[in-house]
């Protein structure tokens, strides 16, 4: 199974790009490479199963099948049904994140396909570069300082997460990854963190293994509940803390942006409090914790110079 990927950055909020790239039937309007489209059956362009029928500028004939669509998660899946490409079981997802230090958007464009023994490889680069980047690029110009549409509310209303947070680091996920999956290495990238060091001895990539450490002078204990290197992701527990919060749930998850190698860092929190606490514990873990962590991985090792 090959996979064909693409990911940018786009300088408007999420609510504006969704409203572009929503419409399934939309291409001719932001990509040069469609010269016209239409949807089968009279169907309305968000009616899951409708099909888009639609040339490209060489004279090709595609037809794409809608298979899933979320105003909620900004994303839609889609397969060929005459393909633009000689390539099997192809399925393709677009998704958009916001991006909040700065109100931008992170979207990505996959698929997943098979192709030919003989041109392992080759649709990868084509489909990856030439269709989806390219894509992106034409979409850049045609967003960038949009505003969102009057009555938009992001994540259809309810934030996933207490906190949801993120924000664009300079270096490559891999790189940015190798930093911060040290369970035990946070104090070395946040100015407020002292002292950390894993309970008995246990190695920092322990699932189940306990950090001890002071943040602003007070102590702390956090569990690590899962490391993955696969989509560069952990999540931890805190078990002792003076905070007034319960069953505080928190982690960071890294995505790659391909344009330009850089990496979109997200980093979430869920925890039960009072809503007078909540008026200072949620703004606080956002901006200095969270954020800072991130903004601080990124200037003491990605930033250029």
Sequence with gaps: MARAYASTILDAPVEAVWSVIRDFNGLPGWNPAIVR?????GLDSDVVGCIRSF????????????LSFSDR??????NFETPAFPVENYVARVRLLPVTDGDRTFAEWEAVFDEAPEDR?????IIGTHVFQAGWDALKPLVMGRTAPSGARRWAGFQPNKVWCSTVLDGPADAVWRVIRDFSGMGAWHDDITQMHMIDGVRSDKVSGTRDFRFGGSPLHEKL????????????????CEMPWMNYVSGARLWPVTDGGRTLGVWTGDWVASAQDDVTLIPGAEQNVYLKALRTVNA???AKR
């Design 55 to 66: 040339h490209l500028v060489n004279g090709a004939h595609v037809r794409e099948r809608l």
């Design 121 to 125: 490889g080759k649709y990868v680069e």
């Design 225 to 240: 509940l899962h490391l993955d290197d696969t989509e560069r992701s952990f999540s931890y527990c805190i078990t002792q």
């Design 300 to 302: 003491r090792h990605f």
């Design 73 to 78: 998660d900004y994303a839609f899946s889609y």
């Design 37 to 41: 489209s239409e949807i089968e059956d």
